[in-house]
Protein backbone atom coordinates (compact mmCIF):
# COMPACT_ATOMS: atom_id res chain seq x y z
CA UNK A 1 0.00 0.00 0.00
CA UNK A 2 1.05 3.55 -0.48
CA UNK A 3 1.15 5.97 2.42
CA UNK A 4 2.29 9.80 2.38
CA UNK A 5 3.40 10.75 5.97
CA UNK A 6 3.63 14.53 7.02
CA UNK A 7 5.13 14.57 10.49
CA UNK A 8 4.88 17.93 11.10
CA UNK A 9 0.84 19.66 11.55
CA UNK A 10 2.34 22.98 11.49
CA UNK A 11 5.15 24.91 11.05
CA UNK A 12 6.07 28.67 10.92
CA UNK A 13 8.89 30.58 9.36
CA UNK A 14 9.97 34.40 9.63
CA UNK A 15 9.47 36.45 6.32
CA UNK A 16 12.30 36.04 3.93
CA UNK A 17 13.64 33.42 6.06
CA UNK A 18 14.01 29.41 4.60
CA UNK A 19 11.40 26.61 5.63
CA UNK A 20 11.79 22.60 5.14
CA UNK A 21 8.83 20.89 5.18
CA UNK A 22 9.22 17.59 5.34
CA UNK A 23 7.42 14.34 3.35
CA UNK A 24 8.06 10.58 3.74
CA UNK A 25 6.27 8.01 1.81
CA UNK A 26 6.02 3.86 1.58
CA UNK A 27 6.58 2.46 -1.62
CA UNK A 28 7.35 -0.71 -2.91
CA UNK A 29 7.42 0.58 -6.46
CA UNK A 30 10.62 2.11 -8.31
CA UNK A 31 8.61 4.50 -10.84
CA UNK A 32 6.47 6.80 -9.48
CA UNK A 33 6.05 10.86 -9.31
CA UNK A 34 5.89 13.02 -6.25
CA UNK A 35 4.40 16.66 -6.00
CA UNK A 36 3.62 19.14 -3.54
CA UNK A 37 0.44 21.21 -3.75
CA UNK A 38 -0.42 24.22 -1.67
CA UNK A 39 -3.76 24.71 -0.58
CA UNK A 40 -4.77 28.88 0.93
CA UNK A 41 -7.37 29.39 2.24
CA UNK A 42 -9.75 29.89 -0.80
CA UNK A 43 -9.09 26.51 -0.74
CA UNK A 44 -7.74 25.94 -4.32
CA UNK A 45 -5.18 23.31 -4.18
CA UNK A 46 -2.61 24.68 -6.68
CA UNK A 47 0.83 22.62 -7.96
CA UNK A 48 3.80 23.77 -6.07
CA UNK A 49 6.59 21.52 -7.78
CA UNK A 50 6.93 17.44 -9.13
CA UNK A 51 9.38 15.43 -9.08
CA UNK A 52 9.36 12.07 -11.37
CA UNK A 53 11.40 9.37 -9.05
CA UNK A 54 13.72 8.22 -12.13
CA UNK A 55 15.23 11.50 -12.37
CA UNK A 56 18.60 12.18 -9.63
CA UNK A 57 18.18 15.67 -9.65
CA UNK A 58 16.12 17.69 -7.54
CA UNK A 59 13.73 19.62 -9.05
CA UNK A 60 12.89 23.75 -8.38
CA UNK A 61 10.85 26.08 -9.22
CA UNK A 62 11.83 29.89 -8.40
CA UNK A 63 11.93 29.65 -4.43
CA UNK A 64 10.80 26.56 -4.25
CA UNK A 65 12.76 23.29 -4.18
CA UNK A 66 12.95 19.40 -3.31
CA UNK A 67 15.17 17.19 -1.72
CA UNK A 68 14.51 13.61 -3.12
CA UNK A 69 15.89 10.82 -1.30
CA UNK A 70 15.29 8.05 -3.05
CA UNK A 71 16.72 5.44 -1.07
CA UNK A 72 15.39 6.85 2.18
CA UNK A 73 11.41 7.89 0.21
CA UNK A 74 11.90 11.16 1.63
CA UNK A 75 10.81 14.18 -0.60
CA UNK A 76 11.20 17.41 1.18
CA UNK A 77 9.88 20.77 0.10
CA UNK A 78 12.48 23.94 0.84
CA UNK A 79 10.74 27.52 0.34
CA UNK A 80 13.38 29.99 0.12
CA UNK A 81 12.75 34.19 0.86
CA UNK A 82 9.23 33.16 2.12
CA UNK A 83 6.56 35.84 1.19
CA UNK A 84 3.44 36.44 3.25
CA UNK A 85 1.48 34.70 0.40
CA UNK A 86 3.29 31.48 1.13
CA UNK A 87 1.14 31.29 3.97
CA UNK A 88 -1.25 27.72 3.72
CA UNK A 89 -1.50 24.10 4.08
CA UNK A 90 1.05 22.55 2.45
CA UNK A 91 0.35 19.04 0.77
CA UNK A 92 2.84 15.99 -0.45
CA UNK A 93 1.56 13.36 -3.09
CA UNK A 94 2.30 10.38 -4.61
CA UNK A 95 1.31 9.19 -7.45
CA UNK A 96 2.33 5.45 -9.09
CA UNK A 97 3.78 5.85 -12.98
CA UNK A 98 0.44 4.30 -14.19
CA UNK A 99 -2.90 5.11 -13.12
CA UNK A 100 -3.96 8.48 -12.07
CA UNK A 101 -4.76 7.82 -8.53
CA UNK A 102 -3.17 10.10 -6.18
CA UNK A 103 -2.27 9.60 -2.25
CA UNK A 104 -1.77 12.65 0.11
CA UNK A 105 -0.38 13.52 3.52
CA UNK A 106 -2.17 14.84 6.29
CA UNK A 107 -0.35 18.40 4.95
CA UNK A 108 1.48 20.78 7.08
CA UNK A 109 0.06 24.00 8.03
CA UNK A 110 2.79 27.22 7.48
CA UNK A 111 2.55 30.30 8.18
CA UNK A 112 4.67 33.22 7.90
CA UNK A 113 5.54 35.85 10.57
CA UNK A 114 5.57 39.32 9.04
CA UNK B 1 -8.40 28.86 -20.28
CA UNK B 2 -10.84 28.60 -17.83
CA UNK B 3 -9.89 25.99 -14.65
CA UNK B 4 -12.14 23.43 -13.42
CA UNK B 5 -15.11 24.67 -12.16
CA UNK B 6 -17.40 23.12 -8.97
CA UNK B 7 -20.75 23.58 -8.14
CA UNK B 8 -21.95 24.47 -5.91
CA UNK B 9 -19.63 25.96 -3.62
CA UNK B 10 -21.78 25.06 -0.11
CA UNK B 11 -24.45 22.91 0.25
CA UNK B 12 -26.62 21.87 3.96
CA UNK B 13 -28.69 18.52 3.94
CA UNK B 14 -30.12 16.81 6.51
CA UNK B 15 -29.34 13.28 7.63
CA UNK B 16 -30.69 10.75 5.09
CA UNK B 17 -31.14 13.05 2.10
CA UNK B 18 -29.26 12.59 -1.06
CA UNK B 19 -26.92 15.15 -2.56
CA UNK B 20 -24.84 15.59 -6.07
CA UNK B 21 -21.80 17.61 -7.10
CA UNK B 22 -21.08 19.00 -10.20
CA UNK B 23 -17.52 19.21 -11.98
CA UNK B 24 -16.74 20.60 -15.21
CA UNK B 25 -12.85 20.38 -16.29
CA UNK B 26 -10.33 22.14 -18.03
CA UNK B 27 -10.98 22.02 -21.68
CA UNK B 28 -8.79 18.87 -23.24
CA UNK B 29 -8.88 17.43 -19.94
CA UNK B 30 -10.20 13.92 -19.97
CA UNK B 31 -9.69 12.33 -16.42
CA UNK B 32 -12.11 13.92 -13.52
CA UNK B 33 -10.95 12.41 -10.33
CA UNK B 34 -12.68 13.46 -6.66
CA UNK B 35 -11.27 13.80 -3.32
CA UNK B 36 -12.72 13.97 0.07
CA UNK B 37 -11.14 16.37 2.05
CA UNK B 38 -11.62 16.10 5.94
CA UNK B 39 -9.55 17.67 9.11
CA UNK B 40 -8.58 14.42 10.25
CA UNK B 41 -7.61 12.83 7.33
CA UNK B 42 -6.36 14.93 4.48
CA UNK B 43 -7.69 14.44 1.13
CA UNK B 44 -9.29 10.85 0.14
CA UNK B 45 -9.49 9.39 -3.13
CA UNK B 46 -13.28 8.48 -4.34
CA UNK B 47 -12.86 7.95 -7.87
CA UNK B 48 -11.84 8.59 -11.30
CA UNK B 49 -13.25 8.54 -14.31
CA UNK B 50 -11.59 8.89 -18.47
CA UNK B 51 -13.76 8.85 -20.92
CA UNK B 52 -16.84 8.11 -19.37
CA UNK B 53 -15.61 5.33 -17.43
CA UNK B 54 -14.24 4.62 -14.32
CA UNK B 55 -11.50 3.77 -13.97
CA UNK B 56 -10.47 3.36 -10.32
CA UNK B 57 -12.41 3.55 -6.98
CA UNK B 58 -11.46 4.22 -3.49
CA UNK B 59 -12.48 2.66 -0.48
CA UNK B 60 -15.59 4.13 -0.08
CA UNK B 61 -19.26 2.51 0.85
CA UNK B 62 -21.50 2.61 -2.11
CA UNK B 63 -23.67 5.39 -1.14
CA UNK B 64 -20.57 7.30 -3.43
CA UNK B 65 -21.07 6.99 -6.80
CA UNK B 66 -20.19 9.33 -9.79
CA UNK B 67 -20.49 9.46 -13.58
CA UNK B 68 -19.07 10.82 -16.40
CA UNK B 69 -20.51 12.91 -19.63
CA UNK B 70 -19.12 12.82 -23.00
CA UNK B 71 -18.01 16.39 -22.55
CA UNK B 72 -15.68 15.09 -20.03
CA UNK B 73 -17.89 16.83 -16.85
CA UNK B 74 -18.77 14.85 -14.05
CA UNK B 75 -21.12 14.27 -11.17
CA UNK B 76 -20.57 12.86 -7.83
CA UNK B 77 -23.35 11.67 -6.06
CA UNK B 78 -24.53 10.59 -2.23
CA UNK B 79 -27.09 8.95 -1.00
CA UNK B 80 -28.70 8.25 2.23
CA UNK B 81 -26.15 11.32 3.97
CA UNK B 82 -24.32 10.50 6.80
CA UNK B 83 -23.24 13.29 9.44
CA UNK B 84 -19.75 11.68 8.61
CA UNK B 85 -19.94 12.70 4.90
CA UNK B 86 -19.81 16.63 6.02
CA UNK B 87 -16.44 17.40 4.34
CA UNK B 88 -14.69 19.37 1.46
CA UNK B 89 -15.23 18.03 -1.83
CA UNK B 90 -12.76 18.10 -4.58
CA UNK B 91 -12.36 17.53 -8.00
CA UNK B 92 -9.80 17.73 -10.28
CA UNK B 93 -8.57 17.43 -13.80
CA UNK B 94 -5.70 15.98 -16.11
CA UNK B 95 -4.81 15.95 -19.20
CA UNK B 96 -3.81 12.03 -19.69
CA UNK B 97 -3.37 9.09 -17.50
CA UNK B 98 -0.40 8.14 -16.86
CA UNK B 99 2.83 10.42 -17.48
CA UNK B 100 3.37 13.19 -14.73
CA UNK B 101 0.40 14.95 -15.50
CA UNK B 102 -1.10 17.19 -12.61
CA UNK B 103 -4.05 17.34 -10.95
CA UNK B 104 -5.67 20.67 -11.55
CA UNK B 105 -8.60 20.91 -8.78
CA UNK B 106 -11.16 23.14 -8.77
CA UNK B 107 -12.52 24.94 -5.12
CA UNK B 108 -14.39 22.54 -3.79
CA UNK B 109 -17.93 22.13 -2.57
CA UNK B 110 -18.41 21.98 1.44
CA UNK B 111 -20.65 19.55 2.16
CA UNK B 112 -22.39 20.37 5.57
CA UNK B 113 -24.63 17.18 7.05
CA UNK B 114 -27.09 18.15 9.72
Known amino acids: AQTVTQSQPEMSVQEAETVTLSCTYD???????LFWYKQPPSRQMILVIR??????QNATENRFSVNFQKAAKSFSLKISDSQLGDAAMYFC???????????FGTGTSLTVIP | KAGVTQTPRYLIKTRGQQVTLSCSPI?????VSWYQQTPGQGLQFLFE???????NKGNFPGRFSGRQFSNSRSEMNVSTLELGDSALYLC?????????????FGNGTRLTVT
Open chain 2, 49 to 55: YFSETQR
Open chain 2, 27 to 31: SGHRS
Open chain 1, 93 to 103: AYRLYTGNQFY
Open chain 1, 27 to 33: TSESDYY
Open chain 1, 51 to 56: QEAYKQ
Open chain 2, 92 to 104: ASSFAQGRNSPLH
